[in-house]
């Protein structure tokens, strides 16, 4: 009976395996994600688009932490810094920043992402996040910023430095762009394997995977979305192939990676650093050594205790005011 068990698993398995290395070397299509701009042309029409927003975020976000935030000084600045927050996080990981910043005469926008901060709190809400939607999210967000300042200046986190690397590839209409751990890729796993994991995520019934050791907080959903992350990789997918296919839009580019990120795959960035390079730009590289031990989410204090140091590195490469000690 053991024997009967044991050989009915190994058939079970085996069948498992094969249908997930057939699906997995099934290639998605990959979509093609053009720019629309459609630029606020006034301060004011920036700011009815803002409400806009904010108003359809009322009574289905998590909670006041969630929701998308703008710092402004009553009319346009010099410039306007954009921060676009990371997958399965919401605004309130930049305000510190942004206050910062804020502080040194600039309005900040901090747009909430497509199905992030939900009050289901569930991180399952990430499967309708398609890169459609995340490209859609771009143009938005910059198109708001339009009216708010002379130049405008995007810093993203995680996918949200995915986010601000296709800004980099599509708008021209944007002054410089900052890309921080962006993910094309997870952690260091082979690019085949990500290929798979992407092809056999993208068809597969979504998996909500849970997180009990990641700390509860009012504005992050635990764990992860398999289709969630399929959705961020394609939205990469499909900018890899934009920078493959020419020049970026945005000549003024700074990229940052963390050698201690287990999170996403650096050598993926560095993939596409190289291509922005070979098109003829001149993005500037910076590295986090890894003996500084900074996790994936390196500027939010809520999970790195030493973001100010993350901060004055920022500011500094931003040519901005350093910190006060």
Avoid at 97 to 126: C, K, T, W
């Amino acid at each position: 009976m053991v024997k009967k068990v044991l050989k009915i698993i190994g058939i079970v398995l085996v069948v498992l395996l094969g249908i997930f290395l057939v699906v997995g070397l099934i290639p998605v299509s990959v979509p093609e994600l053009p720019s629309s701009p459609n630029p606020a042309a006034s301060y004011d029409e920036a700011i009815a688009r803002f409400e806009t927003a904010v108003a359809a975020e009322q009574g289905i976000l998590m909670s006041p932490k969630s929701a998308s935030v703008l710092m402004t000084h009553g009319q346009p600045t010099e410039k306007v810094y954009v921060l676009i927050h990371g997958w399965t996080n919401s605004p309130f990981q930049w305000v510190d920043f942004g206050q910062m910043l804020y502080d040194r005469g600039y309005n900040v926008l901090i747009l909430r992402m497509p199905y992030h901060g939900l009050a289901s709190g569930s991180v399952g809400e990430l499967r309708y996040a398609t890169p459609e939607l995340m490209r859609d999210y771009s143009d938005d967000t910059i198109d708001i910023a339009a009216g708010l300042g002379e130049e405008v200046h995007v810093i993203g986190l995680s996918v949200g430095g995915s986010v601000a690397s296709w800004i980099a590839q599509n708008r021209p209409d944007v002054a410089r762009v900052m890309s921080i751990s962006p993910m094309y890729g997870i952690g260091r796993l082979p690019k085949f394997v990500d290929y798979l994991l992407l092809n056999f995520a993208s068809r597969a019934p979504n998996m909500s995977l849970t997180a009990p050791s990641e700390p509860q907080r009012e504005h992050v959903y635990r764990g992860q979305s398999t289709r969630g992350v399929a959705n961020a990789m394609l939205f990469g997918k499909s900018l890899f192939e934009q920078a493959a296919a020419g020049g970026t839009a945005v000549p003024n580019i700074i990229v940052i990676t963390n050698d201690n990120d287990t999170t996403v795959n650096n050598r993926r960035t560095d993939e596409l650093t190289d291509l922005w390079q070979a098109a003829g730009a001149a993005p500037v590289r910076f590295v986090f050594a890894k003996e500084l031990g900074y996790p994936h989410n390196s500027i939010d204090r809520t999970s790195n205790p030493h973001a100010d140091a993350v901060y004055a590195a920022m500011l500094d490469l931003l040519g901005e005011a350093p910190l006060q000690k």
